[in-house]
């Protein structure tokens, strides 16, 4: 069965850096295109980053340079590394993964909340 | 980037409606657009990819037409469990985009 599980959120300071973990079960992140999305309190639903085969990586304009995406295959992880936290991140964060790039998201994490506090 | 709008942002219905929620693309897609189910507190849910075809265990009332940059998500007969936010998504190119969502609501 596969399944994704985030963990990492929390309550972080303006400024700051927090590291979010994606733990991946039932399917090796090594052979999916992996993904961030988040949504913002009352908010739709934001795509971030993506990375895929070669440690290729995209990322929106709003993180671009801020926020990186990161895989280990060995532990069947991917991480959301977020520099420079400002209040507009904050938002629950979601992984979840596409089989290939033109192919959709159909497994998705319950999520992580992150709060950025000024 | 591609910008994704839809329409109507909140609509009023009943069990057994028909419903149709209606997205469209700054530029063409083709026919890479999906359509998500979002509950409160909830993760999306795939619906529909390639605009028209059903994932796997989706209700049949569900069902997704278009291609270009017009696209149509209808259900059928609403069902209680309908009641949800709906997002649609374009993946045609290297920045994935979301519309800004229709709230299915109770009349």
């Known amino acids: 069965e596969v399944q994704l599980v985030e963990s990492g959120g929390g309550l972080i300071q303006r400024g700051g850096s927090l590291r979010l973990s994606c733990a991946a079960s039932g399917f090796a992140v090594s052979t999916k295109y992996m993904t961030w999305v988040r949504q913002a309190p009352g908010k739709g639903l934001e795509w971030l980053s993506f990375i895929y085969t070669g440690a290729n990586t995209y990322y929106a304009d709003s993180v671009k340079g801020r926020f990186t995406i990161s895989r280990d295959n060995s532990e069947n992880m991917v991480y959301l590394q977020m520099n420079s936290l400002r209040a507009e991140d904050t938002a629950v964060y979601y992984c979840?993964?596409?089989?290939?790039?033109?192919?959709?998201?159909?497994?998705w994490g319950q999520g992580t909340l992150v709060t950025v506090s000024s | 980037d591609i910008q994704m709008t839809q329409s109507p942002s909140t609509l009023s219905a009943s069990v057994g409606d028909r419903v149709t929620i209606t997205c469209r693309a700054s530029q063409t897609i083709s026919r890479w657009l999906a359509w998500y189910q979002q509950k409160p507190g909830k993760a999306p849910k795939l619906l529909i990819y390639e605009a028209s075809t059903l994932e796997s265990g989706v209700p049949s009332r569900f069902s997704g037409s278009g291609s270009g940059t017009e696209f149509i998500l209808t259900i059928s007969s609403l069902q209680a469990e309908d009641f949800a936010t709906y997002y649609c998504q374009q993946y045609n190119n290297y920045s994935w985009t979301f519309g800004q969502g229709t709230k299915v609501e109770i009349k």
């Open positions: 979840a993964r596409s089989v290939d790039l033109l192919s959709p998201f159909d497994y």
